[in-house]
């Protein structure tokens, strides 16, 4: 089993539409958790960070977390064009080694 | 202008021979660590530095080596050992080891031919 797992996707969603993109980890000693955007060719980009359970809105970007299920996720709200790209889960541990394990991404596409 | 620079952009490498990947940051981070990219696939840790003259493997050390002389500096050699080097490479920092936010830097794309 994969540390942290993504849908590789393509997700197809409307211009205008939500986005919900998810990933769960392995590791229940994981404290951190973070979204990253990566276009093509670019390195990623830090959207969203996370460490309690619930949700964190920044502007259309909405993080879920839920450390029972081991489970997170983000939501894109009025998704555009320009949000077309590879969204990167990644975890922290709180202990040992705190260097950050990503998953391997979600490929979005926003339909115009 | 700060941030994180990774030299050359585009590397090509013949087989047998070893290579070096350039990362240098003026953020005064402490930490700093390599990742590698293939296709369709997320990163993963080849090393880590938490401070200088100390670094840590990651989960794919193996064919890699790294050295931190400079607080700026964390360069990465590709060396004959790594059979299957060919990826995109990426250099992040952060504040410090315990610190959430990672920086990466443009990344090189390397190639053997």
């Known amino acids: 089993q994969k540390e942290v797992e993504q849908n590789s996707g393509p997700l197809s969603v409307p211009e205008g539409a939500i986005a919900s993109l998810n990933c769960t980890y392995s590791?229940?000693?994981?404290?951190?958790f973070f979204w990253y955007r990566q276009y093509s060719g670019k390195s990623p980009e830090l959207i969203m960070s996370?460490?309690?359970?619930g949700d964190k809105e920044d502007g259309r970007f909405t993080a879920q977390l839920n450390k029972a299920s081991q489970y997170v996720s983000l939501l894109i709200r009025d998704s555009q064009p320009s949000d077309s790209a590879t969204y990167l889960c990644a975890v922290r541990r709180d202990t040992g080694r705190r260097a950050l394990t990503f998953g391997s991404g979600t490929r979005l596409q926003v339909q115009p | 202008d700060g941030g994180i620079t990774q030299s050359p952009k585009y590397l090509f490498r013949k087989e047998g021979q070893n290579v070096t990947l350039s990362c240098e940051q003026n953020?005064?981070?402490?930490?700093m660590y390599w990742y590698r990219q293939d296709p369709g696939q997320g990163l993963r840790l080849i090393y880590y530095?938490?401070?200088?003259?100390?670094?840590q493997k990651g989960d794919i050390a193996e064919g890699y080596s790294v050295s931190r002389e400079k607080k700026e500096s964390f360069p990465l050699t590709v060396t004959s050992a790594q059979k299957n080097p060919t990826a995109f490479y990426l250099c992040a920092s952060s504040i410090s080891e315990n610190t959430d936010t990672q920086y990466f830097g443009p990344g090189t794309r390397l190639t053997v031919l």
């Open positions: 530095s938490q401070i200088v003259n100390d670094f």
């Open positions: 590791d229940r000693g994981s404290q951190s």
């Open positions: 953020l005064n981070h402490d930490a």
């Open positions: 996370i460490y309690s359970n």
